[in-house]
């Protein structure tokens, strides 16, 4: 897969927007960046993914940069059920699996 | 819609004793995945199904661990014998249409299922 780098941890006040930056430079045209969240003690949740369009649902919305390198999820109004691990994947190739690295820590404090 | 299923939610075992763990995926899902998830470590994929036919099991020790499918729906996991290292969740998760992550899918996950060994 190809490789995503996001930052360890980040803190993020309640109502504001929590932008979360992801890198993958060796990224190819045909992959996909996926973000996904767990909160503590749940499985994975789907929150949105995109190929080169910048794409937005009810949970967040996906920054693509033009040269497809990194990307940012926002998260318009951060609440304290935000606070999870927010993971960026890249699965490589069309049978590419979901491989999870560290993530991000998301803590929303009041 | 109902997700995908999980049980036992939580389970402890000795260490050599057998366990099972089954999934009912998201009605209609074809694409069907077990992860396991040790403790402060992101999911690590053990084995994926097409419909009932193993696709990739390249991650799953295969010495204690085994995994079914068979009539395309549900699945059930097995762990015999359980070790120590075996401590962690247990997750399955699905996706509607064939083909992995790679082509778009967007794959759910559920609950997960707790194993403790001692």
């Known amino acids: 897969d190809a490789k995503t780098t996001q930052p360890p941890s980040m803190d993020c006040a309640e109502g504001r927007a929590a932008n979360l930056p992801c890198n993958h430079s060796t990224i190819s045209g045909n992959e996909y960046v996926y973000w996904y969240r767990q909160i503590h003690s749940q499985g994975p949740q789907y929150i949105i993914h995109g190929l080169k369009n910048n794409e937005t649902n009810e949970m967040a919305s996906l920054i693509i940069t033009e040269d497809r390198k990194s990307s940012t999820l926002i998260l318009p109004h951060a609440t304290l059920r935000d606070t999870a691990v927010y993971y960026c994947?890249?699965?490589?190739?069309?049978?590419?699996?979901?491989?999870f690295g560290a993530g991000t820590q998301v803590v929303v404090t009041p | 819609e109902a997700g995908v299923a999980q049980s036992p939610r939580y389970k402890i075992i000795e260490k050599r004793q057998s366990v099972a763990f089954w999934c009912n995926p998201i009605s209609g899902h074809a694409t069907l995945y077990w992860y396991q998830q040790i403790l402060g470590q992101g999911p690590k994929l053990l084995i994926q199904f097409q419909n009932n036919g193993v696709v990739d099991d390249s991650q799953l020790p295969k010495d204690r661990f085994s995994a079914e499918r068979l009539k395309g729906v549900d699945s059930t996991l097995k762990i015999q014998p359980a070790k120590l290292e075996d401590s962690a969740v247990y997750l399955c998760a699905s996706s509607l249409v064939p083909g992995g992550a790679g082509s778009g899918n967007t794959i759910y996950f559920g609950e997960g299922s707790w194993l403790t060994v001692v």
């Open positions: 994947i890249v699965p490589k190739g069309s049978w590419g699996k979901l491989q």
